[in-house]
């Protein structure tokens, strides 16, 4: 909610860091859940702190299909264009995000597990994994 997510905010002993404004600050209008602002902050790995300006604050797990890894965050896509159409995959784990927002979500594809956004760097961060 609005209400944690600034109650979170103004809580925290430092200002959110400028790679984060864009989904914590002020006036970010983010849907992403305030319980990973802290996780994002404490953020070490390089690889792991270039992922959070792909991230797309009008996406409950953070996720932007069109993001690319150069991308700077003023250019990411609009809020319609990460939706992703209903009974899709995509649409199936966003809609597990809004059920368990404060829950790292993995899901099999295949022989694979695939995570989205904000999972997806936490998984970079802690396991070692590398980003696709």
């Known amino acids: 909610s609005d209400a944690a997510m600034t109650d979170l905010g103004k809580s925290s002993q430092q200002p959110i860091d400028g790679s984060l404004a864009h989904l914590f600050g002020d006036g970010a209008n983010s849907i992403i859940n305030a319980y990973w602002l802290e996780a ?3 953020l070490e790995k390089p690889t792991s702190k270039m992922l959070i300006r792909q991230l797309n604050p ?3 797990m953070g996720f932007d299909p069109n ?3 150069n991308q700077s965050k003023k250019l990411a896509s609009p809020a319609g264009s990460s939706q992703g159409k209903k009974g899709t995959l995509l ?3 966003r809609e ?3 059920r368990f927002p ?3 979500i993995l899901t099999k594809v ?3 597990y695939e995570a ?3 999972d997806a760097i936490l998984l970079i961060e802690h396991c070692g994994l590398n980003s696709m």
């Open 58 to 60: 009008r996406c409950p």
């Open 67 to 69: 993001a690319s890894p």
């Open 116 to 118: 989205y956004g904000i």
């Open 110 to 112: 295949g022989e694979f």
């Open 91 to 93: 649409a199936y784990v």
């Open 40 to 42: 994002l902050e404490n």
């Open 102 to 104: 404060d829950k790292v």
């Open 96 to 98: 597990q995000k809004q």
